[in-house]
């Protein structure tokens, strides 16, 4: 026997789905009446065209306009934003999510100029455009390190442009990315993290305030989100290979001496503000103007809610989304394990005399965060066979600079010529058929058959003489060469110096040192807490200084005669041999 549903059960289900078909956003309902789109033809249209692409105005856009009911103890309360990561369902006005390493996005309007312009030439249009615009209330990305991650319309516009899905060229790692193949994210995906954790510790420092609040406005939380999206905008093929190596050699620029004329941080500034022009993007002047300060550290027009600086670009001390992201992401992606707990900093910061400050239970937390820091250079950063690939992309951009008369050096003092520049250059080269690009493509080619300048030895600089270390030259290394099999024996330019330092980021200061704690959330003065009161295991030195020595040449009496004028080196200077490994072993074990 077959049990049927009541005939008033199927007239009320039929009911709901004719109400459910029939509801509108409100403004598309008002743009309609005013535009006078009240004619049959028009109503049957647009009817039919809702159907036809339901996600342009989703029934879940109507239910969200709906004043919120009381929750009751039979309801249980809706996820907060803040819980997002735990929670699979996204809001109930959220577009369906989409992954953050495809590669394909879609250029939206967004402009209230544009939108009134559609308005004045085609009702159609304008309708549309309101939908598309209402359905984009937010948008999900699904990303392996942060979980969801969502982003305001505002936000979107800008992720949607050339300038910024230009960051998909640009690795985050730049060469270290050849020595650990998992570390293939690009600048794209690390920006996005940023604007996510800037949001996060916005929402923090707003839930620890005082009752009286600090006066935090939506036009604030726009402001920290687009400059945690936007703060490397301005970086350039292979990240710091561009502005450490490359423009230096090119434009004579000593920076030991004095400061670049040119850096990424204002090279991001202007990138921002042409991406909004460019995409017309209307957005407040002050917002504009803010973002750029947030963006290059610039705090000297900043009159109060001086801490915001403090989120994306930390000067004080270093503790800053950037820093928390780049370090979770570089850390997963290369396969290296850190301990160092930034969801718990995030979660333990309040504002106290215009400044972010954290609970005194997590200043071993804090120290650990720059160790793991010093850690991720030692080891990955600054690996030696990925300085090995670096020096060699710096020679072959060098070569190609000359041979396109400078055109990618001199990129860096015009946008439009800057955006065409990526780690894509590399093929340029690789496939080029250029007379003049010929010794620029050899060393491509030597990269591709890992045929990299070899590594000969390191030796750390002894503490007592980090003070008052100078850095060593190649011709310095020459000098002290003795006898080989070199016909004319060894030049500088057969030799590659690096001298290295890493540090807590502070050079030789404790960077600890500039950071503020309380101990109890009700307190209105900050504390500064010294090292010896937390344990006695923590570093007394906070640089070291190392010197490695690479030979362009391969061939084994390049190499010998290298190692032997680097031990002559060492000991003529330090007196002993300061290296660990003897030449001959390392040499033999270095197989690459």
Not at 535 to 564: I, K
């Amino acid at each position: 026997m077959v049990m049927r549903a009541p005939k008033r059960m199927n007239e009320n289900l039929r009911a709901t789905g004719r109400r459910r078909r029939a509801r509108a956003t409100p403004s598309v309902r008002a743009l309609k009446s005013s535009s006078g789109c009240t004619s049959s033809t028009s109503s049957s249209s647009s009817s039919s065209s809702s159907r036809a692409s339901p996600r342009r105005t989703p029934t879940t856009a109507g239910r969200a306009a709906r004043p919120r009911t009381t929750t009751t103890a039979s309801s249980p309360p809706s996820p907060s934003p803040s819980s997002s990561r735990a929670s699979n369902a996204p809001p109930p006005n959220a577009r369906p999510r989409r992954n953050i390493s495809s590669t394909s996005s879609t250029s939206r309007a967004s402009t209230t100029s544009s939108t009134t312009a559609a308005t004045t030439a085609s009702p159609i249009i304008a309708i549309a455009t309101l939908a598309r615009r209402e359905a984009r209330a937010r948008e999900d990305f699904n990303d392996p390190v942060h979980g969801h991650m969502y982003f305001n319309p505002t936000v979107c516009d800008v992720i949607d442009t050339a300038q910024m899905q230009r960051l998909r060229d640009l690795k985050q790692l730049g060469t270290s990315y050849f020595v650990f193949p998992g570390a293939a994210h690009n600048r794209f995906e690390h920006s996005l993290g940023t604007c996510h954790l800037a949001n996060t510790v916005f929402e923090s420092i707003k839930r620890s305030a005082p009752k009286k609040g600090l006066g935090l406005t939506s036009e604030d939380k726009l402001c920290v989100q687009l400059a945690g999206l936007c703060h490397d905008m301005g970086h350039g093929p292979f990240s710091h290979v561009f502005d450490n190596e490359f423009l230096p050699l090119r434009h004579g620029w000593d920076l030991k001496q004095s400061e670049a004329p040119w850096n990424h941080e204002r090279m991001g500034a202007d990138m921002f503000q042409w991406c909004l022009d460019d995409n017309h993007i209307d957005l407040d002047p002050s917002v504009v103007r803010r973002v750029c300060d947030f963006i290059t550290s610039n705090e000297d027009g900043a009159k109060e809610k001086r801490y915001l600086f403090d989120i994306i670009a930390n000067k004080q001390n270093g503790i800053d989304v950037d820093k928390f992201e780049y370090l979770l992401r570089d850390s997963f992606q290369a396969g290296v394990r850190m301990n160092v707990d930034t969801m718990r900093l995030t979660s333990h910061m309040k504002v106290i005399d215009d400044r972010i400050c954290f609970k005194s239970s997590e200043i071993m937390n804090v120290y650990s965060l720059f160790h793991s820091r010093a850690t991720m250079h030692q080891s990955v950063y600054t690996h030696k066979k990925a300085k090995a690939v670096e020096y060699m992309v710096v020679d072959a951009l060098v070569e190609a600079d000359a041979a396109w008369n400078s055109k990618i050096s001199d990129s860096i003092w015009d946008v439009k010529e800057f955006i065409k520049m990526d780690d894509t250059l590399l093929k340029q080269i690789e496939n080029s058929n250029e007379a003049a690009l010929g010794k620029a493509r050899d060393i491509v080619r030597r990269i591709r058959r890992r045929e990299l300048y070899r590594f000969v030895n390191e030796y750390t600089v002894p503490e007592e003489r980090v003070a008052d270390f100078k850095p060593v030259l190649a011709s310095d290394i020459t000098a002290c060469q003795g006898t080989n099999n070199i016909p004319g024996g060894l030049k500088p330019d057969d030799i590659i110096v690096q001298n290295l330092k890493i540090d807590y980021g502070k050079k030789h200061r404790n960077p600890v040192d500039s950071v503020r704690f309380f101990h109890y959330w009700d307190d209105e003065k900050s504390i500064s807490i010294p090292k010896e009161q937390v344990s006695s295991l923590l570093p007394h030195t906070f640089v070291q200084r190392t010197v490695r020595v690479y030979s362009r040449s391969r061939d084994d009496n390049y190499v010998d005669a290298v190692a032997q004028a680097f031990t002559n080196f060492q000991r003529h200077n330090l007196g002993q041999e300061q290296q660990i490994t003897p030449s001959k072993r390392q040499r033999t074990a270095d197989w690459s």
